[in-house]
């Protein structure tokens, strides 16, 4: 019983991934090199925090007494 039950999950697996809709590769690469020149602005790797807006910018200097 283990053995059939075994390829019952499988063949349902294998009809789940029959059923995903793909794209091609250059399609997707497409759409993230679009995805990324559109938000390249936003992104904190290529321009930087602003001194304002930095979350991790410490609120007041450490002195030693």
Same mark, same amino acid.
């Given at each position: 019983?283990?053995?059939?039950?075994? =390829?019952?999950?499988? !063949?349902? #697996?294998?009809?789940? $991934?029959?059923?995903?809709?793909?794209?091609?590769?250059?399609?997707?690469?497409?759409? =993230?090199?679009?995805? !990324?020149? #559109?938000?390249?602005? $936003?992104?904190?790797?290529?321009?930087?925090?602003?001194?304002?807006?930095?979350?991790?910018?410490?609120?007041?200097?450490?002195?030693?007494?």
């Amino acid at each position: 019983m283990s053995g059939n039950s075994a =390829l019952v999950r499988t !063949v349902e #697996q294998l009809r789940r $991934e029959a059923r995903v809709e793909r794209i091609n590769v250059s399609d997707a690469a497409n759409d =993230l090199l679009q995805y !990324v020149k #559109q938000n390249a602005s $936003e992104d904190f790797l290529l321009n930087g925090f602003s001194v304002v807006s930095n979350p991790f910018k410490e609120k007041k200097s450490c002195t030693i007494v």
